[in-house]
């Protein structure tokens, strides 16, 4: 009988090397579950960070493409401004506005006064009060941020001798995404 005690101890008392077994297991386990988190946590971040700068070369094209887009604008306006026909600009104007992406335009002499615009109510009045803060007088095409995701461009049409006026437009970029 004394036999069958002791193999009965041993089946409920594990072994030291049966303790440290499970122990060790366990540890692995954790370990390996941590570490997939951990990796799946960094891996997503990294993710986000890639979505963050590919969305900023995104608007960094765009902003590309457009100032090479105001380039024959401001030269169509400039043909159109030396006859004073402003009909025909207004027109350029309306099919512009139709444009995804495009919001008010205007053409601005150079005293400051809007003389074209695709919202009516601002002609004749003063682009400082609507911009104030904004300068008309850049040699180039210039840039400004009016909210997020969106610029006011301001496009110099130059004459012979001098600047004959600016166009002024604003830009709601479109945002970037993954299929």
């Known amino acids: 009988m004394k036999c069958s005690n002791d193999f009965d101890s041993s089946q409920t008392n594990p072994s030291f090397w049966r303790r440290f077994l499970l122990v060790t297991t366990m540890l692995v386990m954790l370990l390996l579950a941590g570490g997939i988190v951990v990796v799946r946590y ?3 971040r990294k993710l986000d960070e890639q979505r963050e700068l590919a969305g900023s070369r995104f608007v960094d094209l765009q902003r590309q493409d457009i100032a090479l887009f105001a380039v024959p604008l401001a030269w169509s306006v400039r043909k159109e401004l030396i006859k004073q026909n402003y009909e025909q600009i207004d027109e350029y104007f309306s099919q512009l ?3 995804k992406g495009f919001g008010l335009i205007m053409l601005v002499d150079p005293s400051g ?3 074209v615009s695709t ?7 003063s682009f400082y009060l609507r911009y104030p803060g904004y300068r008309l007088d850049a040699p180039g095409t210039v840039s400004y941020r009016v909210r997020e995701g969106e610029s006011l461009y301001l496009v110099p049409v130059m004459g012979l001798n001098e600047k004959i006026g600016t166009i002024a437009f604003l830009y709601r970029y479109r945002t970037f995404s993954l299929p």
């Open 119 to 125: 919202d009516r109510k601002i002609q004749g009045s």
């Open 42 to 44: 960094l891996g997503e």
């Open 113 to 115: 006064t809007v003389r």
């Open 97 to 99: 506005i139709k444009r």
